[in-house]
């Protein structure tokens, strides 16, 4: 699992898949978003902008990132 520390509040969901190396820009964030692969604490996530808070977890192609505590 990938831990991710939060410079700011809140961190947006394609900006935290390429942070965590899981993908390679922003365009592929943007694509593998919208085609259903990602999940925010279990849940589908369509918004690439889906704001990411201390605690939350991302799933993408088996991988996890967790927002720091």
Do not use: C, H, P, W
Not at 27 to 52: H, M, S
């Amino acid at each position: 699992m990938e831990i991710i520390n939060l410079k700011d509040d809140y961190i947006k969901l394609g900006q935290a898949l390429k942070a965590a190396n899981l993908v390679q820009s922003g365009v592929d964030a943007k694509f593998a978003i919208q085609d259903g692969l990602v999940k925010v604490n279990g849940e589908v996530e369509t918004r690439r902008g889906k704001k990411l808070y201390k605690g939350d977890v991302v799933e993408f192609e088996g991988n996890q990132i967790k927002i720091a505590d």
